[in-house]
């Protein structure tokens, strides 16, 4: 064996995408996706008694896991919910199960995982192909339990990243959005994955939660390893691992700047988000999660834009109830009291799944059955959702709008449904806002180009530009082999946009926008001329979009749009937006 050699401490970079800015350092920690089994292998008679050895570890530890999981969820959400786990414990405690793997390992001599997950994946199907839905819930659970299983087997150590308890930068191939749901942000210092992009539902948490990262790292996860000490840094998406002192010096430098330009951001809280000529313009915070509103009160935001109510679905084993969801509103309507909060009903698929639901798996996910198509025809789950609303109506300030919204049919058979609710509430006697603002999210083109139709449906329209602009130019906005093409600044995407707010207008209805081009300062001077009233992003942005919009003058953001008119490159239009910027809040830049 050779001795290691220096340039095993060499610094290296690895260059990528960086999604949420901020600097990280520290340790690695490699998440592995639950499904990546390592290659058939044969065992030898006398490899036998270890694989038992291992097999009956794992079991153990998984049980042990699984309990403390239970606990933590009964301390945190309550008893009930902590219930679901006795069906995980039988699992690993099936004799019958664990019989049939130890005769299959001493059948076959193969490695015990693969062993395990033949047998298990076997159950599962069965079980999972019988017309019943307790029987179909179990087949969950044994595939729940098999990854954990697995993942012990492979000592990765727990598979819930909600557990670690040390401070780690977190690097993966990818990390979905219900990964990033469960990450501890007091010990996730940041993270690191091979794929992903900007406008990634997983990106778009990381921004919320305020944890630095990069993406399209290319091959990171194999090139480190665990234990590795790295500097991320999410401002210009580079991972560097052993970094020299000169490279923590210049870090440390950046940092302190940083941190200035930071505190002056934080002097804006109290001020309002209107420009040098008097237009203000409504400055809201998006969220995912009900615990992010601690954020978006400090941020100084104005109420909120968009509560990616999903979110609350994901990771979990069973629907949430009516109540649960009232609760959860109820909590994010009273924190941001007077100003509003816009709950968007369950906008479910593309790349936010939850496994309880065993929704089928689509070739093209982002154009299949998600969001409100979904909700119109699981009307049971639609119902639960807007009742909770309704109820949550009377207790702030809420407005409630339909995600990807493809037409007006769409529209009228949601707000039939909800009428539904209404009466039902009526009869039962339940209070709720009769008033309640109901809105559409434009983000499907054809929503965009028949606005005019749409606006007589509804009290208001926010603009979706992270799915309006994969939609319109027809480039998948998860797929960093063409992240290039995406392209904010496309022509056809400020047409789209141009279109939505006048018809708007023309109707009386108020216009916000609410995908990612809303935090993005260079893209201000655009939106603001383009005429939007309200403009929702990340708690984390908000400052720095109010620095922006206190700079700008109206009459310099419609001279921009008149210059860009005829303009055909996408390139172009940026450089123009950013001349902009740069007059106005170079610091930014
Ligand atoms: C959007 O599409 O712009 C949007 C705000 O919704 P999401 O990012 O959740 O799809
Ligand atoms: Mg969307």
């Known amino acids: ?31 592995r996706a639950d499904d990546e089994l390592p290659a058939p292998r044969v065992v030898g008679e006398d490899e036998i008694p270890g694989e038992i050895a291992r097999f009956e570890a794992a079991l153990l530890a998984t049980r042990a896991q699984i309990l403390e999981l239970q606990e933590r969820i009964e301390q945190s959400i309550g008893a009930k919910d902590a219930s679901i786990f006795d069906a995980h414990l039988l ?160 870090y440390g430098q950046l940092e302190i700047k940083k941190t200035e330009v930071e505190e002056q951001l934080n002097k804006l809280r109290e001020t309002q988000s209107t420009t040098v000529d008097g237009r203000h313009v409504i400055l809201s915070a998006n969220i995912e999660l009900p615990e992010d509103i601690e954020q978006v009160q400090l941020s100084g935001a104005e109420g909120v834009g968009l509560y990616r109510t999903e979110f609350f679905y994901l990771n979990r084993t069973e629907l949430p109830s009516e109540e649960d969801q009232f609760q ?68 702030g300030n809420v407005r409630m709008m339909y995600p990807m919204i493809s037409g007006v049919d769409e529209v009228r058979r949601a707000n039939r449904i909800l009428e539904e609710c209404r009466e039902e509430l009526r009869r039962e006697g339940v209070a709720f806002d009769p008033e309640m603002e109901v809105g559409a999210m434009v983000e499907i083109p054809s929503a965009a180009v028949s606005a005019d139709l749409l606006a007589r449906e509804v ?78 992003t990340g708690a984390a942005l908000v400052p720095r979009v109010k620095r922006a919009v206190q700079a700008l003058d109206l009459a310099a953001c419609r001279q921009l749009l008149e210059d860009i008119r005829y303009e055909d490159s996408a390139a172009n239009i940026l450089r123009k937006c950013e001349d902009v910027a740069r007059a106005h809040y170079p610091d930014l830049l």
């Not at 919320?208 to 990069?214: R, T």
């Open 328 to 395: 959860a509103y109820h909590k994010v309507a009273e924190a941001v009291r007077p100003h509003s909060v816009i709950i968007r009903t369950l906008d479910l698929g593309g790349d936010k799944f939850m496994s309880a639901l065993n929704l089928p798996e689509e070739l093209n996910p982002f154009l299949g059955w998600r969001a409100i198509r979904f909700c119109l025809e699981r009307v049971d789950i639609f119902k639960t959702q807007l009742r909770a609303i309704l109820r949550a109506s009377v207790l």
């Open 459 to 536: 009290d208001f329209f926010s603009i979706g530009t992270n799915d309006l602009i994969q939609y319109a130019i027809a480039v998948d906005r998860l797929n960093e082999r063409i992240s290039h093409l995406y392209e904010a600044t496309h022509p056809a995407i400020i047409r789209l946009i141009r279109m939505v707010v006048e018809a708007g207008h023309a109707n009386n209805l108020w216009v916000g926008v609410c995908g990612e081009m809303a935090g993005d300062v260079v893209l201000a001077p655009l939106l603001l001329g383009l005429g939007v009233d309200e403009l929702s």
């Open 1 to 31: 064996m050779s001795a290691p050699t220096d340039s095993s401490r060499q610094e290296r970079r690895f260059h990528g995408i960086g999604v949420s800015p901020g600097i990280a350092r520290g340790t690695v920690f490699l998440h």
């Open 91 to 250: 699992v690993v405690e099936d004799r019958t199960l664990i019989d049939e793997v130890l005769r299959m390992l001493q059948r076959d001599r193969r490695n015990v995982e693969h062993v395990f997950s033949e047998v298990a994946g076997r159950y599962a199907k069965t079980l999972g192909e019988i017309d019943d839905p307790y029987l179909r819930e179990r087949a969950l659970d044994i595939h729940d339990v098999m990854r954990r299983v697995i993942h012990n087997l492979l000592g990765k150590g727990g598979r819930d990243l909600g557990s670690l308890d040390s401070e780690h930068v977190l690097v993966a191939h990818n990390l979905t959005p219900s990964d990033t749901a469960q990450l501890n942000r007091s010990l996730v210092l940041g993270f690191a994955t091979d794929i992903g992009s900007k406008v990634s539902h997983t990106a778009i948490m990381a921004r919320s939660l305020n944890i630095p990262a990069v993406v399209g790292l290319h091959d990171v996860s194999e090139q480190l390893s665990r234990g590795d000490q790295v500097l991320l840094d999410g401002y210009n998406g580079v991972v560097i691992v052993n970094p020299s002192d000169q490279t923590l010096w210049e």
